[in-house]
């Protein structure tokens, strides 16, 4: 059998302990990737363009190129794209 591998300490390794620096940057990349993925799937599912996205939220497309790519984006804009394509956010108390 082959050796089993531990998700959790695979992180660890290549990216730091919870709470250190590094760890927190991969945190940030990875919900901005996993949001980034969110969008354009739900854009794709519509039928829209990046371009159509764009004017429907008054941004142009680069914008939403760059955030389809992983990119930082702010919550209001977040908010802002979720709604044209018809998601709702949800914040919960853990």
Not at 19 to 27: L, P, V
């Amino acid at each position: 059998m082959g050796k089993s591998i531990n998700a959790k300490e695979l992180i660890a390794n290549r990216y730091g302990k919870e709470g250190t620096k590094e760890r927190e940057k991969f945190r940030e990349n990875a919900f901005s990737y996993y949001f980034g993925e969110i969008i354009k799937s739900r854009r794709k599912e519509l039928h829209m363009s990046q371009e159509d996205l764009a004017d429907k939220v008054g941004k142009k497309r680069p914008y939403i190129s760059r955030i389809e790519n992983g990119e930082d984006i702010r919550l209001s804009n977040f908010a802002l794209i979720a709604n044209a394509l018809g998601l709702s956010i949800e914040l919960k108390v853990e």
